[in-house]
């Protein structure tokens, strides 16, 4: 180096005080209010090196509040250390679209799910880009992740906002220089940075009039230069400029000179030397932020959520138009002169910011800060804080700043789903779940104070008339009325609840004896007597009770499930002995539930593995002993229990509703096996016909039609060869729909049987009134038919009933020859039982039918 630059590091400590005294009140400032105000949102704002691991250069603090994690444990790591808490049916679709978008030299701007900490998973939105170098290699990507969660519940379009980080280079490259005194100042010496800085190098630059300082200078900013060397040439005062140079690559920099005159000593002017660096991106980056600055003040202005600053000792330092209108003043300046003590002015409760401040100089952070507060009109509402302690550089406390939410709506109808949790929207009644709680509760105090109680199960009668006839909303009204009516028989500490539909339960707590709980149970009794007056319509209804009495000596290690179990089996008990009666519960009680239960769950399982069979009875005609048909009949071989007679379960399959897949298996079985007999069997026995028992609860399905229809046509069985055997129960509901059903399967050629006609509620009416085609007698009847008893009268009776009407009847359990002599005096046609066959198996049957043997011959038997 020449001796005209024996004095560097005079230069250098120019270089800096210049700097300093230019950019730390400006650039540098504005550079930490921007990332004050960045971490001051919610989001996370990053920047990430495009190498191998895409690694983390810069993470804002907003990332803690989005997914719970500090900035720390991300930067300096892989991007995939953030994509892991990407919600994992996103994280490939999201690394392809960032991809794609790279690949493109485009921008991205995606929406995914993250999963916070907590597990909580998020909807954020994220816009990104590449920043490329001037040759276009891509060096970073820039973006902002933001949660939009608040978008996808409530359907509101949240405010999107772009959050760009701009950064500064560590060191500013630029060169040293030294001109000459002549004009146009050509260089005499420049530093190897020229050819960083401009492309061009130092060679070139040097007294060389093609490539020269002048000659790279921008055309507009050429004169300004000049000018102002020319201005130094008399005095050693520096000088400062910037202006725009064109690169050899012919690219367009902003640059920034510090400079100063020198002279010899006789004071000759020798020129100027000085140093020049790049600041084509602090020139980026000043523009960049007068539009963050715009764009921040529009959000702050125009953000739908109050934004404030305060003092740690509560004066607002600003507030936006938001925070004011949630305040109820109608502008921030208004707020900020009336809110002069923010603790007890505006807390409903002064503790809250005390709390609040606690919180903050604790933390450093508050999310989610609810609290109650007045309005200027006196209303008291809502709010959700979020707010961050601001610190100077040596952690000094400057202020607070954040958000303010209105939440008043939200708490309205948390309550609101609170009530309704737990009590019921119609009576107003406590739920089984409030009851749940409040009776366990009760248990354990009875349980620790030796204190009775008991527990009332009610189930109403005839509700469902009501509700088919009248309609649901008088049925509504009836429950309500019902409410009230129950309350007024009880006393304060009493507790009643709704479990749905027509079931209410009531529970005793503190009663002296079971004698005390029946004469409450008489009282809601009594009470039932009197009608509901429901506006136009005066509405009678009954209740049937299930009791349990706890006495104050309770062994068992009983739960309140184990309370309401025993209640409900009372209640069912008293609905089997008598509607509208009451029941206690008693063990046994307990131990027949149970039975019931294994009963329907074995016949479940006989269901579903296909335990049943059928056995066939034959049915002859008693004048010539030939076969007319057969009845189905059902066997179940249990696997643990051996066969079981259909009289022990049929009642509990009626009751449990599985009679209904088992009657429609029977009659899918027994049209099928018939079907393949006709085929198989000897010509004159091809038009058998088989008989098959419907249950009460098959006739009041509203597809039976289809499914007989389905079965007859999938088992490819004639209608003329299906007998449907029906009991005179059947009757007794909704004459006019059987009266219909029957009428349309007699469409079909199949025949209606009354079984074991004479035992059920028998009605002559309706041997006329319904389409009937066959009866058929019951044993106890053909048992007592050559008797001179009441029933032997019956029965002949019944038969010449039958033939005045043009009715087939059938015998059932004829078991000896002098039965069958009366039978045939009175012109019965056709009978069964073990007389003639005990129910046979399919087997037997077929090699029956194919042998063409007929049954033994009455007379020789």
């Known amino acids: 180096m020449t001796s005209t630059y024996q004095d560097v590091n005079s230069v250098i400590r ?30 996370i704002a990053y920047r990430c090196k495009w190498d191998d691991q895409l690694t983390i250069e810069f993470m804002s603090e907003g990332c803690t509040q989005l997914i719970g994690y500090s900035s720390s444990e991300f930067i300096g790591k892989s991007r995939q250390v953030y994509d892991q808490y990407v919600f994992y049916e996103d994280q490939i679709w999201l690394n392809e679209q960032i991809q794609n978008a790279l690949n493109q030299c485009q921008p991205y701007d995606l929406e995914y799910r993250l999963i916070t900490q907590e597990g909580q998973q998020k909807w954020v939105w994220e816009k990104g880009t590449g920043i490329y170098s001037h040759s276009g290699e891509l060096l970073f990507i820039e973006g902002f992740v933001t949660d939009i969660s608040d978008r996808y519940s409530t359907e509101l379009a949240a405010k999107e906002s772009q959050r760009q980080l701009d950064s500064f280079m560590n060191a500013i490259p630029g060169i040293f220089f030294r001109t000459s005194h002549e004009e146009g100042f050509p260089m005499r010496y420049i530093s190897r940075g020229c050819e960083q800085l401009t492309g061009y190098t130092s060679n070139e630059m040097i007294n060389n009039p093609l490539y020269g300082f ?18 130094v040439r008399n005095t050693p005062d520096s000088y400062v400029l910037e202006y725009r140079i064109l690169t050899k690559q012919g690219q367009e920099k902003w640059v920034w000179e510090k400079g100063h005159s020198t002279f010899d000593e006789q004071g000759n002017f020798l020129g100027v030397e000085g140093f020049i660096t790049d600041i084509s991106e602090l020139k980026r980056i000043e523009e960049a932020l007068r539009i963050s600055e715009a764009k921040y003040r529009s959000i702050f202005e125009n953000s739908l959520d109050g934004i404030f600053q305060t003092t740690p000792d509560g004066h607002y330092l600003s507030a936006n138009l938001a925070l004011a209108k949630i305040y109820g003043y109608e502008s921030p300046t208004e707020l900020m002169e009336s809110l002069t003590d923010i603790e007890h002015q505006l807390y409903i409760v002064p503790y809250r910011r005390s709390e609040f401040v606690r919180l903050l100089q604790d933390n450093d952070f508050v999310s989610n800060f609810q609290s109650q507060i007045y309005r200027k009109d006196g209303k008291i509402i809502w709010i959700s804080e979020n707010a961050r302690a601001v610190r100077n550089r040596q952690g000094e406390l400057l202020y607070y700043e954040g958000t303010v939410e209105d939440i008043s709506d939200y708490k309205q109808a ?29 248990l354990q105090e009875a349980k620790h104070y030796h204190q009775s109680f008991a527990l009332f199960f009610l189930d109403l009668d005839r509700f469902k008339l009501v509700n088919d006839s009248l309609g649901h909303l008088v049925g509504d009204q009836l429950l309500m009325a019902i409410a ?23 529970l005793l707590p503190n009663i002296e004896s079971l004698e005390q709980a029946t004469q409450v149970a008489d009282r809601i009794k009594k009470s039932f007597r009197s009608p509901f007056q429901l506006k136009q319509n005066q509405v009678f209804a009954g209740v049937s009770i299930g009791i349990l009495f706890i006495d104050e000596k309770i062994d068992e290690p009983l739960t309140a499930e184990d309370l309401m179990r025993d209640a409900d089996t009372a209640l069912y008990q008293a609905k089997n002995v008598s509607k509208g009666s009451y029941q206690i ?34 049915i002859v005609k008693l004048e010539t002993g030939e076969l007319l048909g057969f009845e189905a009949l059902l066997r179940w071989q249990h696997p643990k229990k051996g066969f079981i007679s259909p009289g022990e379960f049929i009642a509990i399959a009626e009751e449990t509703g599985l009679i209904i897949p088992i009657g429609f298996w029977i009659l899918e079985e027994a049209c099928s096996q018939l079907a393949q007999w006709h085929k198989v069997a000897h010509k004159n026995h091809r038009n058998l016909t088989i008989s098959v028992n ?57 025949k209606i049987c009354i079984d074991d006609f004479g035992q059920g509620y028998s009605s002559l009416s309706y041997l006329h009134q319904f389409p009937i085609d066959i009866l058929k007698i019951d044993i106890c009847f053909v048992r007592e038919i050559n008797q001179n008893s009441p029933q032997g009268k019956i029965a002949r009776a019944i038969f010449r009933l039958a033939k005045d009407l043009g009715l087939e009847v059938v015998a059932e359990g004829v078991e000896r020859l002098e039965q069958i002599d009366t039978l045939m005096t009175l012109d019965c046609s056709f009978a069964q039982g073990y007389y003639f066959s005990s129910p046979l198996s399919p087997d037997a049957i077929a090699s029956l039918l194919q042998s063409n043997k007929p049954l033994p011959p009455i007379e020789s038997v």
């Open 14 to 43: 120019l270089l800096e005080e210049e700097i300093e005294q230019r950019y730390p009140n400006g650039v540098l400032s504005e550079i930490y209010q921007v990332s004050t105000l960045i971490n001051s949102l919610p989001g």
């Open 414 to 442: 948390k309550e609101e789903l609170q009530w309704k949790a737990f009590y019921d929207t119609l009576t107003g009644l406590p739920n089984r779940a409030m009851f749940m709680e409040h009776l366990g509760k009760i």
């Open 214 to 231: 002048n000659n790279i200078t921008h055309a507009e900013d050429l004169p300004k230069v000049l000018a102002n060397l020319q201005k």
């Open 484 to 506: 009230e009516r129950l309350k007024n028989c009880l006393r304060d500490q009493d507790l009643i609840a709704r479990l749905g539909g027509d079931e209410f339960i009531i």
């Open 585 to 618: 519960f008693n063990p046994t009680m307990h131990q027949k539930a149970v039975d019931l239960l294994q009963w329907e769950t074995d016949l479940r399982h006989a269901i579903a593995h296909e335990e049943f069979r059928l056995h066939y009875q034959p």
């Open 694 to 750: 419907l249950s009460v609860k098959q006739l009041k399905i509203s597809d039976l039609l289809e499914q007989v229809d389905d079965i007859l046509e999938k088992t490819g069985l004639h209608g003329k060869y299906l007998r449907l055997e029906i009991t005179e129960s059947c009757y007794l509901n909704d004459e006019n729909s059987i009266n219909e059903l029957l009428t349309q399967l007699q469409s079909r050629n199949i």
